[in-house]
Nanobody, 120 residues
Framework: VQLQASGGGLVQAGGSLRLSCQVSGNIFSVKAMVWYRQAPGEQRELVAGVTSGGSTNYGDSVWGRFTASRDNAKNALYLQMDSLKPEDTAVYYC???????????????WGQGTQVTVSS
């Protein structure tokens, strides 16, 4: 199973970016999908998560500005980031709980990360 994150870049404060994460490989089903981020010198923090049923949850610092969604048919996760702030600068990672064979427990998989830089 591989996760490929994309969509990061440099944007001015107040701007928007849309991140994507594609899950590929031997997949029976994808359970929860989550975006995390890690800024230099900081611990990794939860940004937003989406269950297989479409329920979402957000970190306090992004609530109301970021929107997470997923396309189950494509095994893809998205993060629409609006009203970006310099403190949103971080490497953003996608995480997915993936069942590879029927009856097996879900495994924990990570993407390689995509850099988001917000200039003031």
């Amino acid at each position: 199973v591989q996760l490929q994150a994309s969509g990061g870049g440099l944007v001015q404060a107040g701007g928007s970016l849309r991140l994507s994460c594609q899950v590929s490989g031997n997949i029976f089903s994808v359970k929860a999908m989550v975006w995390y981020r890690q800024a230099p010198g900081e611990q990794r923090e939860l940004v937003a998560g989406v269950t297989s049923g479409g329920s979402t949850n957000y970190g306090d610092s992004v609530w109301g500005r970021f929107t997470a969604s997923r396309d189950n048919a494509k095994n893809a996760l998205y993060l629409q980031m609006d009203s970006l702030k310099p403190e949103d600068t971080a490497v953003y990672y996608c995480n997915a709980k993936v069942i590879t064979y029927y009856g097996d427990p879900p495994g924990d998989y990570w993407g390689q990360g995509t850099q988001v830089t917000v200039s003031s």
